[in-house]
């Protein structure tokens, strides 16, 4: 399978970014993650993600949603709550979330790929 | 040197999302990262950025302006356009850009790192 970029939606649209540096601890870790990503897909105003994460170093996670009222809805998910205090007392030493508005957006496709 | 996500800025600000696939061709790129990273750091709107790639895979840089109107100015510097064109022509296989503005963030930093 080819890796893509998320592609450009059609704006406004609404993206969280979240940086991150993690902990050694990994106890959970990936399971939860899993169960995020099948749980934000049940979210119908829900676009995509995708993440990179330079080994050692900072992770960047970006959510894409339709809109605001999409965003809260999974925020306020009780599961993915849960999620997100366990990620403060074992899984990252800091992190920043930036909540945006998309205003414009074009993506580039190698012709020759 | 501790890493650190680039911290949450006093809302509104304006954020861009470049996410990334490259090519296997090296030539110039780091020398044309380190010239932009030192002329994008004149712009006086500049706040930061930061950059996350998985080995292989898909590569996110995430860079903070105060405002559209000093973004607007780093995408019209001359340098900038030429490297966005080489950039196009030998450095990645696709690429998603989108461009937003930050309504609300907020940072966590572990109290017993």
């Given at each position: 399978?080819?890796?893509?970029?998320?592609?450009?939606?059609?704006?406004?649209?609404?993206?969280?970014v979240?940086?991150s540096?993690?902990?050694?601890?990994?106890?959970?870790?990936?399971?939860t993650?899993?169960?995020?990503t099948?749980?934000?897909?049940?979210?119908?105003?829900?676009?995509?993600y995708?993440?990179?994460?330079?080994?050692?170093?900072?992770?960047?996670?970006v959510?894409?949603?339709?809109?605001?009222?999409?965003?809260?809805?999974?925020?306020?998910?009780?599961?993915?709550?849960?999620?997100?205090?366990?990620?403060?007392?074992?899984?990252?030493?800091?992190?920043?979330?930036?909540?945006?508005?998309?205003?414009?957006s074009?993506?580039?496709?190698?012709?020759?790929?």
């Amino acid at each position: 399978m080819t890796i893509q970029p998320v592609q450009a939606f059609e704006p406004p649209y609404v993206i969280s970014v979240f940086t991150s540096v993690r902990t050694a601890e990994d106890g959970g870790y990936p399971e939860t993650l899993e169960r995020m990503t099948e749980l934000v897909s049940g979210n119908p105003g829900f676009l995509g993600y995708e993440s990179a994460r330079t080994p050692g170093g900072l992770g960047i996670t970006v959510a894409y949603f339709r809109d605001h009222e999409s965003l809260a809805l999974w925020r306020k998910d009780m599961e993915h709550q849960a999620a997100m205090k366990q990620g403060r007392a074992d899984w990252y030493e800091s992190y920043t979330l930036h909540i945006a508005t998309v205003e414009r957006s074009h993506g580039f496709v190698r012709e020759d790929g």
